[in-house]
């Protein structure tokens, strides 16, 4: 029965990039689509500031500050494969959504700034990735600006994320230096012509290493004996490559290029393409379910509000994890307990959202939302009764005491508050032991605190006061049976609960976190909570 499916399954590849911003994230993209042809020109999925929100401008803020908050996925052919590739907000503000559609992706590629290494926000991410151990692939960028130590680079991947790495192929020169690469497996070197920016690749000359005339003909003397004497310490220092070891992210391969002027980005597309995994079962209440192996199921990762201002709708975004989506077919909401038709399925690409008949595992389909799906639901089909795995909460940054000016608006004030929380876009907390009277708000990017003050006075009337609160660190208990009255903590720590009463703990500073579970024995704190 599946037979007539697990090819349109197999074919696909699902990924999200991470990055920090300006590593070239949204210039890496684009030239994928090129190749895939998705596109003519690249610079069409972000230009500028200006049309940089020209996408999914569905709240004023994002026009305001020309950013965009949204995700999207991208889909595109590309020799046979059938891509999505998972979008996350490039802004610094991020938010718990660019978390989460990490849970939908089943690899990763890691886009690095030459000259910068590890940025703060790639490691955030790649903390994700490492709880999901999928694999993750990184690309160098920026090779044609004076980059670091190549070897120095791999070091601080190594040291900082503390994953081992292997150099697929290995840059010739940096800046204006910057001659092409090294293919490592062909034992040969690729050059490039210099192409003009948002143009495909011009044209490459494969030269073997064997052939040290031709070589030094096409990159000189000088990075000639560079090369060779690079291969030679290559060879006797990094990490052999191992497949399985990358396919559970033990082993992330390592890419250099640059996007801007297209220096090894299909070579990396190709190499990445062929390593990274078809569809991944998940884990879900009976066991793995097998993308091929069974009909449709999917769970909601992510619910994006009022994408239509003027009917405040909501689309929730799914990840089909087996067999194949038809429109016309009838599925159960697991957690609703209740059989119905998805309304409107779309995919929402970059510019444009296109109603679906159909889909496969793997990829992505966003549905509207009467306000009745939560994140981690799961949908299948209406025989069964299966239920993945959750989605873990990510530990908010940033904490603000919020209060409505206006105290007979109390009653719009909880639910605007509840319901923003309910969607995932911001955590609620209370003070330990006392009601609802004190509201904390947690969020992963400070951002999240515009967009709810400005969604609960132009959605729900009410004007708030945020009071920042100094915490950065929040963890959940994970002993069940712990006495909070008896938690020796540092004096600035914080004993709050989140609106199950489950007790959560913040902190100030990491070494006061180090310090409580010194001073408690037995004490287990997380950075990811459950819903
Ligand atoms: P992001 O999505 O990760 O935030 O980064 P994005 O692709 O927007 O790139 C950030 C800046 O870095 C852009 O410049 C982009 O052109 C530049 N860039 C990306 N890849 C490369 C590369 O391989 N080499 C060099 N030299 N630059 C690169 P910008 O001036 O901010 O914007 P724009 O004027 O180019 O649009």
Redesign the pocket.
């Known amino acids: 029965m599946a037979a007539n499916y697990a090819d349109e399954i197999n074919r696909r590849r699902t990924f999200a990039i991470i990055?920090?911003?300006?590593?070239?994230?949204?210039?890496?993209?684009?030239k994928f689509l090129l190749y895939g042809g998705a596109i003519n020109l690249a610079?069409s999925v972000?230009?500028?500031a200006t049309a940089r929100h020209a996408v999914s401008d569905w709240m004023e803020i994002e026009k305001e500050r020309g950013i965009s908050v949204t995700s999207s996925v991208l889909q595109f052919e590309y020799d046979g494969f059938c891509i999505n590739i998972l979008d996350t907000p490039?802004h610094q503000d991020f938010s718990e959504d660019t978390y989460r559609t990490l849970m939908a992706a089943d690899s990763a590629v890691m886009?690095i700034d030459a000259s910068k290494g590890v940025e703060a926000q790639t490691r955030k991410l790649f903390k994700v990735c490492v709880m999901r151990k999928i694999p993750i692939f990184t690309f160098i960028?920026?090779?044609?600006?004076d980059a670091n130590d190549t070897f120095e680079l791999l070091d601080e991947i190594e040291k900082e994320l503390g994953i081992a790495t292997c150099p697929v192929n290995w840059p010739i020169g940096s800046g204006k230096s910057f001659k092409g690469v090294y293919d490592r497996n062909k034992e040969a070197v690729y050059t490039f012509s210099d192409t003009e920016k948002g143009t495909k690749e011009g044209e490459t000359t494969e030269v073997s290493v064997a052939e040290r005339d031709k070589l030094v003909a096409i990159i000189g003397d000088e990075a000639a004996d560079k090369l060779y004497d690079e291969i030679e310490l290559l060879d006797g220092a990094s990490a052999e490559f191992d497949l399985d070891a990358v396919r559970s992210g033990d082993l992330t391969p390592v890419f250099f290029?640059?996007?801007?002027?297209n220096?090894g980005v299909e070579i990396f597309l190709k190499h990445f393409l062929e390593m990274t995994t078809t569809p991944l079962a998940r884990k879900a209440d009976i066991g793995l379910i097998d993308p091929v192996e069974n009909e449709f199921s999917a769970f909601v990762f992510k619910i994006q509000a009022n994408m239509n201002k003027a009917h405040r709708d909501r689309i929730a975004f799914m990840r089909i994890c087996s067999g194949k989506f038809d429109a016309s077919q009838e599925v159960r909401h697991v957690q609703g307990n209740k059989v119905m038709r998805l309304s409107q399925p779309q995919q929402i690409m970059a510019d444009e959202r296109k109603i679906l008949s159909e889909a496969y595992a793997g990829d992505i389909i966003g549905v509207f939302d009467p306000g009745i799906f939560s994140i981690g639901d799961t949908v299948c089909m209406p025989k069964e009764k299966i239920q993945y795995e959750g989605i873990p909460t990510f530990a908010p940054e940033h904490f603000a005491r919020v209060r409505q000016i206006d105290t007979m608006k109390r009653k719009q004030f909880i639910k605007g508050v509840s319901q923003i929380a309910q969607e995932g876009a911001i955590q609620i907390f209370q003070e330990f032991n006392t009601g609802m009277e004190e509201i904390i708000v947690g969020v992963v990017g400070v951002l999240q605190f515009d967009v709810l003050k400005y969604r609960l006075e132009n959605e729900y009337n009410v004007e708030i006061r945020l009071e920042p609160l100094p915490y950065e660190h929040i963890r959940w208990i994970e002993n069940k049976d712990i006495d909070l009255n008896k938690l020796t903590g540092t004096s600035d720590m914080k004993k709050i609960q989140d609106l199950k009463g489950n007790p959560l703990l913040l902190f100030v500073n990491s070494w006061s976190v180090g310090m409580t579970l010194e001073r408690n024995e037995g004490l287990v704190l997380s950075e990811f909570g459950r819903n």
């Open positions: 990055s920090h911003p300006d590593a070239g994230k949204t210039t890496l993209t684009e610079g972000k230009g500028k490039g886009v960028n920026k090779m044609d600006r290029g640059s996007a801007l002027t220096f």
